[in-house]
């Protein structure tokens, strides 16, 4: 019967760019998987992006934030567009939502997948768990005599205890799950101040979970994930060092293209947000060029965060199919292929 079937409300905001066309896919990817494995997704559709902003004059109006609260996870599509000026939707939207839904994790899985050459050494699989809420994020800093010689402009870096610990406790139950082992990538050589925070709480948190804790300075982290990445299993960073070490690690792995990453409410107090770690490429929007894998495993993420481990699996496995066959050149074949594979493992069945 109808209630026995598993129901979970997901806000589509698939906002600017290519966000529309990618979302589109993994979307129907996701109500297919959810047929198999019995839930329905009650899709909000959310207008919010440059558009929006445009006719509204809104970024994010508090009404909206509300009915995002009530939702069980947001997925998202791009924002940023060249009609808006840099940083109002980026800091207005994005990270808004970040900071005011809590999503204190921004766990971003980089994994070499079949048929895709690696642009450094092989046996690269590991997870960035990304600080999401502080750091030289927050916000503080400003600017005082603009445009004069004396012109002055700070950003702070923002790092409590309370937010640290959190994101290194996640990072070290993500490690308990994989190998055990975890790496605090940061600056500590220089960054004497937060460095040392976090070095200390990394240093109580691995005493406390017993995982094995690595470190490695943030430019030689960049340097390993070329030239050894087998030292990595699950690396945890702030959030300025796990925004550019995951583009790093996205070119290693496929580009961006196939990356995805969740923003995550690990505590579940509200919905976490999926999206993939590209941008909204605004050079080829409606050109069809778009690559859905990075917005469909980011629905992966999704459905793992929601409960539905064996859905999200069904579309990983999808990806690694399809990208094994030599991928695909538009949109549209992604989407075909990976429909394709799911209606075929579920004949086999
Ligand atoms: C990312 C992006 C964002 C960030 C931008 C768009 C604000 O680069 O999600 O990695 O810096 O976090
Ligand atoms: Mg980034």
Redo the contacts with the bound molecule.
Sequence with gaps: MEADVRSYAVTHLPGDGIGPEVTAVARDLVDRVGKRHGFTIDWRDCPLGADYYLRTGHVLPDEVLQDLRKTDAIMLGA??SPSVPPGVL?RGL??RLRFDLDLYVNLRPARQRPGVETAGADDLDFVVVRENTEGLYAGAGGIAHQGSPFEVATEESLNTRAGVERCIRYAAGLARKRNGKLTLVHKTNVLVNAGSLWMRVAKEVAADTGVQLDYAHVDAACLYMVSDPGRFDVIVTDNLFG?II?DLAAALTGGLGLSA?GNLNPDKTGPSMFEP?H?SAPDIVGTGQANPAGAVLSAALMLDHLGEPAAAADLDTAVDVVLAAGGQPTTQAWADALAAHLAHTEVAR
């Design positions: 924002v940023g980026e994005l990270l925004d995951t990453s770690v941008g």
